[in-house]
């Protein structure tokens, strides 16, 4: 292991080598060209008088100077007079497809060897940096388009605009920034079908109220013959044996009235198990259920009875539930059931739907914070109800070549090849749920 974590420790260096700071406007470059601008003065131009390194370290010097005033004075001016603004989209946007944002510009020059780099600022930062280069003049108030992927669901607030100008040489910069006050809702994909089937956490006086005005059933009911009700409902048999003419009719529907609680365990990574959840809690909506929806990180929220607040607790909460501990989940449970014994008074909770992660339960730790929750629920006379998202595709470790061990060493690293170990944890947890005959969908 300790090998394994120098190789790392070394490849990481070499692909992605640290990032130093220079003097205040001077870069790095520019620092190291004048130490050895300095040497040639204190060395070869003062002692030998040498012509070359005379006239090389001046110019030097002269060139670097008339670099750093354009750029410094060039940046003082265009700090006071330039103001940007962050335009966001109107459009609902969806974690993981490309999503445009609008940097609003009034008529700006940037001098000719400079350009100017913009780069937004949010309070969380994303994978990559959202960064424009301008260079050229505007003779008039223009937009810049850029597009970003957000990586997961959430309210994303820009903090602000960071403004860099320097020059082609990479010698000298000039940094400044503008505050901003915008958000940017961001919400998980759209499912709109589900496999999971219609399951009830509690059972209230009244249901399965049989309908008898309405009917909506199977036709196996019998009825007396009457002319509205069409040749094809005429049954033949019953007319062959008494000479009598029934008919079939639908039988009297039922409505079950349904109370389910659904507790959500949603990580910000975990994007496609909420839009497997609203689907869930959608179809519950269109047959007239009662639902109540909590989620990870959502103890201090009210829980949400419609898909639309589901879906805005999903979002509101993804911050909480990125800093959210495993020993937090039974603080959610409690408060999710506390909310349904306040609100829905009469009503005895037996089950309630825990909405998981498969790649989640492949982590020991996480796979058996979820089982210690799910005893906790089953001491209450509560039975969990397990609703699983398939875990992602994985190797064996034994699986890793030598050449792909070596390869790191002299290749830059695919960022979306990850490795990832089998899903030995993930089949163990759905043993334990077998052996303790908790209900488990996926």
Same mark, same amino acid.
């Not at 640290?18 to 790095?28: A, H, I, K, V």
């Not at 607040?309 to 539930?321: H, M, Y």
């Not at 739907?353 to 929750?373: P, T």
């Not at 006379?381 to 890793?400: D, E, K, M, N, Q």
């Given at each position: ?20 700071q220079?003097l ?18 204190v ?30 004075t060039?940046g ?21 497809t ?27 930062p994303?994978p ?16 810049v ?8 669901r ?19 910069q ?15 994909p ?5 496999d ?10 009244g249901?399965?109220?049989?309908? @008898?005005?309405?009917r ?15 040749v ?11 000479g ?6 639908p ?11 659904i ?25 007239k ?27 509101? @909460?993804?911050?909480?539930?990125a ?7 039974h ?9 349904c ?32 929750l ?10 969990p ?13 034994h699986?890793?070549?030598?050449q ?15 490795f990832?170990?089998?899903n030995?944890?993930y ?9 303790k ?6």
């Amino acid at each position: 292991m300790g090998f394994r974590r120098i190789a790392g420790s070394i490849s990481g260096l070499i692909h992605r080598p640290p990032r130093f700071q220079g003097l205040g406007p001077l870069n790095l470059r520019c620092v190291l060209i004048l130490c050895c601008l300095l040497y040639l003065l204190v060395g070869p131009v003062n002692t030998s008088s040498d012509i070359v390194s005379a006239g090389l370290t001046y110019g030097s010097l002269t060139l670097i100077t008339t670099i750093v005033l354009l750029v410094v004075t060039q940046g003082a001016i265009l700090a006071r007079r330039v103001s940007l603004e962050v335009l966001p989209p109107q459009d609902n946007i969806v974690s993981g497809t490309p999503t445009r944002i609008v940097l609003r510009l009034p008529a700006l020059r940037v001098l000719p060897l400079t350009h100017l780099d913009l780069s937004v600022e949010f309070d969380h930062p994303l994978p990559t940096p959202l960064v424009v280069r301008l260079v050229g003049a505007s003779p008039s108030d223009r937009r810049v388009h850029i597009d970003v992927v957000f990586p997961h669901r959430g309210t994303w607030s820009v903090q602000a605009i960071r403004c860099q100008l320097g020059d082609i040489a990479g010698m000298a910069q000039y940094s400044w920034r503008y505050n901003q006050e915008c958000s940017i809702i961001v919400a998980p994909p759209v499912a709109t079908e589900t496999d999971l089937p219609i399951l009830s956490s509690a059972q209230r006086p009244g249901d399965l109220v049989i309908d @008898t005005l309405n009917r909506q059933g199977d036709p196996f009911d019998i009825k007396a013959y009457h002319p509205s009700d069409g040749v094809k409902r005429i049954v033949w048999k019953a007319f062959a044996k008494r000479g009598e003419l029934l008919s079939r009719h639908p039988e009297a529907s039922m409505t079950p009235e349904g109370y389910v609680v659904i507790l959500v365990l949603a990580r910000p990574s975990d994007d496609d198990l909420c839009s497997r959840t609203l689907a869930y809690v959608r179809s519950l909506d269109e047959l007239k259920l009662d639902v109540v929806v909590g989620c990870q990180g959502g103890r201090d929220a009210t829980p949400a009875r419609t898909p639309d607040a589901s879906r805005s607790l999903l979002i509101e @909460t993804v911050w909480e539930s990125a800093h959210h501990a495993p020993e937090q989940l039974h603080a959610d449970a409690v408060a999710l059931l506390d909310h349904c014994r306040k609100t829905a008074q009469g009503i005895t909770i037996g089950k309630l739907l825990i909405f998981c992660s498969g790649d989640r339960l492949n982590d020991d730790v996480e796979a058996q914070k979820i089982s210690n929750l799910a005893a906790w629920l089953a001491s209450q006379g509560i039975t969990p109800v397990f609703c699983l998202t398939p875990p992602s595709i994985s190797r064996a470790p034994h699986a890793r070549s030598k050449q792909t061990f070596l390869k790191q060493w002299f290749t830059i690293p695919d960022p979306t090849s990850t490795f990832s170990h089998s899903n030995e944890a993930y089949h163990r947890f759905l043993s334990g749920c077998l052996s303790k005959q908790w209900e488990v969908f996926v």
